[in-house]
């Protein structure tokens, strides 16, 4: 069983900077991918950005050049680091490890 916990959402103006964290508990977090979704008001959860085991990454193609997931196997953290953001990245965004762990999510709000 792994813990998720997701932490550093806010509020913030277009074009404004945020880092999201995600803290993952119990064993085995370097052997999953983990990744980042979100879910807009009246929209499906969808895919931001994922690494892989072997450092592989994927992005959404709205996020490319702006958004970069990282991951720190040593402390089982996951972090999303946001920049140039825009209104419609507000969501509520989502940890999730291994397909199969998610938390509860932190709210982004990009707004003037």
């Known amino acids: 069983q792994v813990h998720v916990v997701e932490s550093g959402g806010g509020l913030v103006q277009p074009g404004g900077s945020l880092r999201l964290s995600c803290a993952a508990s119990?064993?085995?977090?370097?052997?999953?991918?983990v990744a980042w979704y979100r879910q807009a008001p009246g929209n499906q959860r969808e895919l931001v950005a994922a690494?892989?085991?072997?450092?592989?990454?994927n992005y959404a193609d709205s996020v490319k050049g702006r958004f970069t997931i990282s991951r720190d196997n040593a402390r089982n953290m996951v972090y999303l680091q946001m920049s140039n953001l825009q209104p419609e990245d507000t969501a509520v965004y989502y940890c999730?490890?291994?397909?199969?762990?998610w938390g509860q999510g932190t709210r982004v709000s990009v707004s003037s």
């Open positions: 999730n490890i291994g397909l199969i762990y």
């Open positions: 119990g064993n085995g977090f370097s052997s999953y991918t």
């Open positions: 690494i892989s085991r072997l450092g592989t990454f």
